[in-house]
């Protein structure tokens, strides 16, 4: 397929490669202009690039000034300022539909797609007023990526077929040549979730080269370094490193996005990111974003106490650990507390999922690679319980594949496959697999023992504990014992790659996109919730290490890797094939879908306008920051 013909099919699926347009510069924050007049700031003409990104508004053009209150969980909650900046060099629009220009102006490709070139703004500045150009993505290209003490296994999106690195050229200044062994048709999807905001730097594209290599060993001399690193604590220059590249780990690192951190980070009770004086985008009329003046995250101890902060209207705007359980007394409150209840849908896929780890080494496992004991206990789930339990009646049954209006819906057959409530069919399965039981009814393994399945739980989305809980019960009906351990999330992630997590509740982050980002599907990504920890382990170490994969799990890396050099109609077809694969396997194992659920219920001041009423909502979406908090204000 020709470039032309493809930018078209693109286009016409809502990932275009929109250019950003200009606009007479107009106004900026009286904060700023107070600023500028006392000489302190240069004047917005000179902060802007030649080419500024327009945003356009829901509703209205804003005026400016106000906090956004919003609340995170601490440390491990990094996401939460991820979600909010969304600082990519692409990124999605607020549907999800496609691919719009952000901090870059723009792209192209050639012709089979193996080249593809980065324009940026000329102009453009990092929030300390240094120049944002060419030289900021080849130092994370020379001296991130390709440095083996920082990044030895390297970027999945930044690899070719044979598992070298794509190159990186400098063409101009403002001109950046990505070049592929092979046609990656996932270019813009992979840059649009690297935001320079996630918990690793693996997630980076471009970074602050004069502000970062005072911490690198190829810029600064070891005596210098060794002082840094002695000062902050660490041990290596590559754990100074990683923190001082990240802005919310570092709180003083420059940054793109529309607000940065004002020397306060995620370790913080408060952590407090400020209007970017330098920010590259404004709105419409020409003035310059953001409106808001910072974004201020409050620490809270748990979910539970979060949840009451806003209740009682203490948080502007927030959706992310905000339970879908809360949502009838958030409607109570709504006139008494001066706040807006608003939902938005996921991509689909079911909103609470057990993952069955397929490289467990415990004798549990050989039971768990048993795909007839898998379709066994996904019919002795009871949805409908879950379904009144937890989502209030709303949602259907559903295994975890896109919704129906998704081009990768693979149809009902699939969506709906092994989720009837069947205790005598799973018990029939289960007889043929695990005949022996104890005096209790629980089922014993061939060594004797009684099968015991560990749940692992995050509590800090959605009501799992207690789908845990009745999916331990129902389980229990057919002589399958479970129970669940309910962990800290930052541990709880250190135990998906080690191949500590038997098995665990999840939701369906990715479903949506299987060919970009982090998705589950792929076990080589990290995290793969408990796929496949040690298939990962077997594909990084070119089959040393880890376990093989068989054939069903080789098919969806194989259908993953060829999405990625081929045309969009070809892609559509393979997203069908990996979800056909997917439901019917049940290596995940879906209960209810189609809900608010998933940081689907918000909550948003009364004041607080051009807050879209509909929005795609998925990671990598960076659901809100798909909906350009940026043009977000308060009314008077």
Same mark, same amino acid.
């Given at each position: 397929m020709k470039r032309?013909?493809?930018l078209k099919?693109?286009i016409?699926?809502?990932?275009?490669a929109?250019?950003?347009?200009t606009?007479?510069i107009?106004g900026?924050?009286?904060?700023?202009a107070?600023m500028v007049?006392?000489?302190t700031?240069?004047?917005?003409n000179?902060?802007?690039?030649?080419?500024?990104l327009?945003?356009?508004?829901?509703?209205?053009?804003?005026q400016?000034?106000?906090t956004?209150?919003?609340?995170?969980?601490g440390?491990g909650d990094?996401?939460?300022y991820?979600?909010?900046?969304?600082d990519?060099?692409?990124?999605y629009?607020?549907?999800?539909?496609?691919?719009?220009?952000?901090?870059a102006?723009g792209?192209?490709?050639?012709e089979?797609?193996?080249?593809?070139?980065?324009?940026l703004?000329?102009?453009?500045?990092?929030?300390d007023?240094?120049?944002f150009?060419a030289?900021?993505?080849m130092f994370w290209?020379?001296?991130?990526l390709?440095?083996?003490e920082?990044m030895?296994?390297?970027?999945?999106?930044?690899?070719?077929?044979?598992g070298?690195?794509a190159?990186v050229?400098?063409?101009?200044?403002?001109?950046?040549?990505?070049?592929?062994?092979?046609?990656?048709?996932?270019?813009l999807l992979?840059?649009?979730?690297?935001?320079g905001a996630? !918990?690793?730097?693996s997630?980076?594209?471009?970074?602050?080269a004069?502000?970062?290599k005072q911490f690198?060993?190829?810029h600064?001399? !070891?005596a210098?370094?060794d002082?840094?690193v002695k000062?902050?604590?660490?041990?290596?220059?590559?754990?100074?490193?990683?923190v001082?590249?990240l802005?919310?780990l570092s709180?003083?690192?420059p940054g793109?996005?529309?607000?940065v951190?004002?020397?306060t980070?995620?370790?913080?009770?408060v952590?407090?990111? !400020?209007r970017n004086?330098?920010?590259?985008?404004?709105?419409?009329?020409?003035n310059?974003l953001?409106?808001?003046?910072?974004i201020?995250?409050?620490f809270?101890a748990?979910?539970?106490?979060?949840?009451?902060?806003?209740?009682a209207?203490?948080i502007?705007f927030?959706?992310r650990h905000?339970s879908?359980?809360?949502?009838?007394?958030? !409607?109570e409150n709504?006139?008494k507390?001066?706040y807006?209840?608003?939902?938005?849908?996921?991509?689909?896929?079911?909103?609470?999922?057990v993952?069955l780890?397929?490289?467990?080494?415990?004798?549990?496992?050989?039971?768990?690679r048993?795909k007839?004991?898998r379709?066994a206990?996904?019919?002795?789930?009871?949805?409908?319980?879950?379904?009144e339990?937890?989502?209030?009646?709303?949602?259907?049954?559903?295994?975890?594949v896109?919704a129906?209006?998704?081009?990768?819906?693979?149809?009902?057959?699939?969506?709906f496959?092994?989720?009837?409530l069947?205790?005598?069919?799973a018990?029939?399965?289960l007889d043929?697999?695990l005949?022996?039981?104890?005096?209790d009814g629980?089922?014993?393994?061939?060594?004797?023992n009684i099968?015991?399945?560990e749940i692992?739980i995050?509590?800090?989305?959605g009501?799992?504990?207690d789908?845990?809980q009745?999916?331990?019960?129902?389980w229990?009906?057919?002589?399958?014992?479970?129970?669940?351990?309910?962990?800290e999330?930052?541990?709880h992630?250190?135990m998906?790659p080690?191949n500590?997590l038997m098995?665990?509740?999840w939701?369906?982050?990715?479903?949506g996109f299987?060919?970009?980002?982090?998705?589950?599907?792929?076990?080589?990504s990290?995290?793969?919730?408990?796929?496949a920890?040690?298939?990962?382990k077997w594909y990084?170490?070119?089959?040393?290490?880890?376990?093989?994969?068989?054939a069903?799990?080789?098919?969806l890396?194989?259908i993953i890797?060829e999405a990625?050099t081929s045309?969009?109609?070809?892609?559509?077809?393979?997203?069908?094939e990996?979800?056909?694969?997917?439901?019917d396997?049940?290596w995940?194992?879906?209960t209810?879908?189609m809900t608010?659920?998933?940081q689907g219920?918000?909550?948003a001041?009364?004041?607080?306008?051009?807050?879209?009423a509909?929005?795609?909502?998925d990671?990598?979406l960076r659901?809100?920051?798909?909906?350009?908090?940026?043009q977000?204000?308060?009314?008077r």
């Open positions: 032309s013909t493809f099919s693109l016409a699926l809502g990932f275009s929109i250019i950003g347009s606009g007479a107009a900026e924050s009286p904060d700023l107070a007049k006392a000489g700031l240069p004047p917005l000179e902060r802007l690039p030649e080419i500024p327009m945003l356009p508004v829901v509703d209205e053009i804003g400016y000034g106000g956004l209150r919003r609340a995170f969980l440390p990094h996401n939460n991820t979600r909010a900046v969304y990519a060099l692409v990124r629009a607020p549907d999800g539909s496609q691919i719009v220009p952000h901090i102006a792209w192209e490709s050639n089979n797609f193996t080249e593809w070139i980065i324009r703004r000329p102009g453009a500045k990092w929030s007023g240094t120049p150009t030289d900021d993505i290209y020379d001296n991130i390709m440095n083996q920082l030895p296994g390297g970027v999945g999106g930044m690899k070719n077929g044979d070298s690195m190159s050229q400098k063409l101009s200044d403002y001109l950046v040549k990505w070049t592929y062994k092979q046609p990656n048709t996932a270019f992979n840059m649009a979730n690297l935001d996630d !918990k690793s730097i997630n980076l594209v471009f970074v602050p004069h502000y970062l690198h060993p190829d600064t001399s !070891k210098s370094l002082a840094k000062e902050a604590g660490f041990d290596t220059w590559t754990q100074l490193f990683a001082e590249a802005p919310h709180g003083n690192r793109m996005a529309a607000w951190p004002d020397g980070t995620v370790s913080d009770q952590f407090t990111i !400020k004086p330098y920010f590259v985008g404004i709105d419409p009329q020409g310059q953001p409106y808001i003046d910072e201020r995250f409050t809270y748990d979910r539970e106490a979060l949840n009451l902060a806003a209740v209207g203490e502007d927030q959706g905000i879908m359980s809360t949502y009838p007394v958030l !409607k709504e006139n507390a001066n807006r209840v608003v939902t938005w849908p996921t991509f689909g896929g079911s909103d609470a999922v993952m780890n397929q490289t467990w080494t415990g004798p549990e496992g050989e039971y768990f048993n007839d004991f379709i206990l996904s019919h002795a789930i009871d949805r409908e319980a879950i379904k339990l937890a989502f209030y009646g709303l949602g259907e049954s559903r295994q975890g896109p129906p209006f998704h081009p990768y819906y693979p149809g009902d057959e699939y969506a496959r092994y989720t009837e069947d205790m005598d069919k018990n029939s399965l043929g697999i005949p022996n039981k104890d005096s629980f089922r014993l393994m061939s060594n004797g099968l015991d399945i692992g995050v509590p800090q989305f009501n799992w504990p789908i845990g009745l999916i331990v019960e129902n229990a009906e057919v002589g399958v014992k479970a129970h669940i351990e309910i962990r999330r930052t541990q992630f250190n998906r080690a500590e098995s665990e509740i939701n369906e982050d990715t479903t299987p060919f970009s980002g982090q998705p589950k599907f792929d076990p080589r990290d995290p793969a919730l408990t796929f920890p040690l298939i990962a990084a170490s070119g089959g040393k290490e880890g376990q093989a994969p068989p069903e799990i080789k098919r890396v194989d890797d990625k045309g969009r109609n070809r892609q559509i077809a393979l997203a069908k990996l979800f056909r694969i997917w439901a396997n049940v995940e194992i879906g209810v879908g608010p659920m998933i219920v918000l909550v001041n009364d004041k607080l306008q051009n807050v879209p509909v929005a795609g909502n990671w990598p659901t809100p920051g798909d909906t350009r908090l940026e977000y204000f308060y009314s």
